[in-house]
């Protein structure tokens, strides 16, 4: 298997940052490690009943550079802009 190149990586998430990018490349992963890593993002619940493993190596490392992509349910959304006043 061949490891991951900034094209795999970006058809896979989209945009990101060229530090992310180069975390997820270094991580040593293979394109069916960043997709292992993508599905247990998306929805772990139906991989866990279907009785899959936790992800583990490489595939649990990108699980957590790729959740930090992700926006927190903590994160606050930017205030409103105040309407200009007349």
Not at 2 to 16: E, P
Not at 34 to 48: F, G, K, R, S, T
């Amino acid at each position: 298997m061949t490891r991951l190149t900034r094209d795999d990586v970006l058809k896979a998430v989209g945009q990101a940052d060229d530090v992310t990018i180069a975390r997820i490349i270094a991580s040593g992963a293979t394109v069916t490690e960043l997709a292992e890593a993508q599905a247990w993002l998306a929805n772990d619940e139906p991989l866990m009943n279907a009785g899959k493993p936790l992800a583990t190596g490489r595939a649990r490392e990108l699980v957590d550079i790729l959740s930090e992509l992700e926006p927190s349910e903590d994160d606050d959304p930017a205030p409103p802009s105040a309407a200009p006043q007349e």
